[in-house]
């Protein structure tokens, strides 16, 4: 698979930012999710959306992969900046609405996009990630902190999930890439599941590419940071005002978000629900046929309505 790659200024930021397919093709922007570079999209997946007929667009958020790495002291930015970029190099592409697909935090961003740009949206697809406006952060903190949920709070996270970063919270940072790469293979096959077969040594070879291709390890930390400082993003009606035709999809074995997906679904009118058997928080080789096939036809048939 051929990438067309190269660095973006997108305010005062630059992402690195990948294209694959064919260029005059329905643009697909993938979103990945906090803390993750754009490679996390596995080749294989964005290879069969290319082969579709899309032109397919990956890039790193700021502070993960190729991309800036911030002085967060000197220059301190929220999530309302995350969404921004995005944003942005839709428009340093010149692109004016793309097909978004978000996975994890990236759904949440596309989830805000969706709301507070609607122009920019031709679909969304939202794969494994929380509504929008509905304080995900706070549950995961109550679960890690092994405090009550309040009434009416999502869905909180597995145990696998909460007993892996309850043990993390309390060992030493890792401080060698040895380490670091130890640790989020563990990350890795927790977010997998039980479901499907975990090849350690594959995830091994992802996690040293990952590590090796940042400018700054560790900096992608900052999202945490900038977390902080935008919390709760839009109200929790905000999701009844998506009009863009929108695909919402879960695995079976979601351990950090189950069933927020299909809370999603009933808030976005006209949603679709898709649930596919065996996958966890990650994007499985098994995954990739079904997750493909789904998004293809719902970008395609987005583009016959609009015919």
Known sequence: MTATGR????????LWVEEFGD???PPVLLIMG???????????????????????IRYDHRDTGRSTAVDFDAHPYTWTDIRDDAIGLLDALGIGAAHIVGHSAGGLLGQWIAVTRPERVATLTVIGASPLGRREGEVVLRALMGEPQDAGALPPPKAAFTELFQRAATAPPPATRAEYVDFQVEVARVLHG????????????????LYDRARVPGSEAN??????????????????GITAPTLVVEGSEEPVKPGHGRLIAAEIPGAEYLEVPGMGHTLPAEAHAPLAEAVLAH?????????
């Open 299 to 307: 970008t395609g048939r987005a583009a016959v309505a609009a015919g």
């Open 194 to 209: 039980p479901a499907l077969p975990f090849d350690a040594d594959a995830q091994r070879a992802v996690e040293e590419r």
């Open 223 to 240: 999202h945490r940071r900038a977390a902080a400082g935008h919390p709760h993003f839009e109200p929790e009606d905000a999701l009844g």
């Open 23 to 25: 260029p005059d093709g």
């Open 34 to 56: 906090s803390m993750s570079q754009g490679h996390v999209w596995p080749d294989a997946f964005v290879g069969r959306l290319a082969a579709g007929g899309r032109r397919v």
């Open 7 to 14: 660095t973006v200024e997108i305010g005062d930021v630059e």
